[in-house]
């Protein structure tokens, strides 16, 4: 079983649309938990952390289930610049510094 | 603030050639990355500082060697390049906020070994 685990899509939505991603990791002692963005052949970019109380952050809700070791990002009302790779990121147990990747999710937003 | 900036953005090198890639951070971070990210994985860690004038291997250490030169720059050296180290390099910083790191990355270096 890989350590961070996505679907790696392709999503296609329409611009407007409620979209949500959910990522399993295997380590119930990871502490941090990520999302990231990625656009073609640049640099990842922090989305948001996840706290465990859940987050949100504009148009985006993060949701952390440490019982069942997943979390999940919600985005609401798509734009055509949210199309992206989305990034689940957890950290190493005992290392805060020591971050898993997922592959990341594939969101295309359409006009 | 440039915020983390990465130098070269492209190179091609012959198996067996040596370069060094350079990374510099603007925002007072303690702690600093070196990353590669290829097809079908995941980023992957080299190396990391934790601190000024210290370093840890990562997962992917054997080829590589790095030097954190002040508070600001952290450079990863390939001393013998190998085409299996063909990969995108990313060079991020981190701050933290109680026990989370938010790592923020440079804009990477597209290295081709021949």
């Known amino acids: 079983r890989k350590e961070v685990e996505q679907d790696p899509g392709p999503f296609n939505v329409p611009e407007g649309a409620t979209v949500a991603f959910n990522c399993t990791y295997s380590?119930?002692?990871?502490?941090?938990f990520f999302w990231y963005r990625q656009d073609c052949r640049k640099e990842p970019k922090l989305l948001m952390s996840v706290y465990s109380s859940g987050n949100e952050d504009g148009r985006f809700t993060a949701q952390l289930n440490r019982a069942s070791q997943y979390i999940s990002l919600l985005i609401r009302d798509s734009k055509l610049s949210d199309s992206a790779t989305y990034l689940c990121v957890v950290t190493r147990a005992g290392n805060n510094r020591k971050l898993i990747w997922g592959l990341g999710t594939s969101l295309a937003v359409n006009p | 603030n440039a915020g983390v900036t990465q130098n070269p953005k492209f190179q091609v090198l012959k198996t067996g050639q040596s370069m060094t890639l350079q990374c510099a951070q603007d925002?007072?971070?303690?702690?600093m990355y070196w990353y590669r990210q290829d097809p079908g994985m995941g980023l992957r860690l080299i190396y990391y500082?934790?601190?000024?004038?210290?370093?840890d291997k990562g997962e992917v250490p054997n080829g590589y060697n790095v030097s954190r030169l002040n508070k600001r720059e952290f450079s990863l050296r390939l001393e013998s390049a190998a085409p299996s180290q063909t990969s995108v390099y990313f060079c991020?910083?981190?701050?933290?906020?109680?026990?989370?790191?938010?790592?923020?990355f440079g804009p990477g270096t597209r290295l081709t070994v021949t």
């Open positions: 991020a910083s981190s701050e933290n906020r109680g026990e989370i790191y938010e790592q923020y």
């Open positions: 380590n119930s002692a990871s502490q941090s």
């Open positions: 925002m007072n971070h303690n702690s």
């Open positions: 500082s934790a601190s000024e004038g210290t370093t």
